[in-house]
Nanobody, 121 residues
Framework: QVQLVESGGGLVQPGGSLRLSCAAS????????MGWYRQIPGKERELVAS???????NYADSVKGRFTISRDNAKNTVYLQMNSLKPEDTAVYYC???????????????WGQGTLVTVSS
C-alpha cells in the first residue's frame, strides 16, 4: 500500500507565500514523475507543476515565475513553493506520483488527499 500525505496548506493574504509538502510512504521501489494539481469546485483538476526524477520541471503558464517545484528523492518527497499568491490560486491542491511498487513491480499513479490553499485578505 502506497500513500501520499500532503501538508502546508492554509490561509494566506494576497502576495504571501506558502510551501506545500507531499511525502510518499509504503512499499516503494522508485518514483518516476511527481506533480501538483489543483481543483476549484465545479472545475476540472488542472496540472500546476511536475518534476521528473532527474529534476526536469514543468509549470502551468498561470504559475510560471511564482511557483517552484522540487523533490528530495531520498525522502520520496515533493515540494511546491508558492510565492506572490493571488486569490485565483485558491483551490484544493493534490499531490500525484507515478510509483513503482507491488509484486511483480509495476508503475501506477497515486493521489494524495488534498490540502486547501485559500488566498484572501
Amino acid at each position: 500500500q502506497v500513500q501520499l500525505v500532503e501538508s502546508g496548506g492554509g490561509l494566506v493574504q494576497p502576495g504571501g507565500s506558502l510551501r506545500l509538502s507531499c511525502a510518499a510512504s509504503g512499499s516503494i521501489f522508485s518514483i518516476d514523475l511527481m506533480g501538483w494539481y489543483r481543483q476549484i469546485p465545479g472545475k476540472e483538476r488542472e496540472l500546476v507543476a511536475s518534476i521528473t526524477t532527474g529534476g526536469s520541471e514543468n509549470y502551468a503558464d498561470s504559475v510560471k515565475g511564482r511557483f517552484t517545484i522540487s523533490r528530495d528523492n531520498a525522502k520520496n518527497t515533493v515540494y511546491l513553493q508558492m510565492n506572490s499568491l493571488k486569490p485565483e490560486d485558491t483551490a484544493v491542491y493534490y499531490c500525484n506520483a507515478k510509483v513503482l511498487s507491488g509484486s511483480p513491480p509495476r508503475f501506477f499513479g497515486v493521489w494524495g488527499q488534498g490540502t486547501l490553499v485559500t488566498v484572501s485578505s
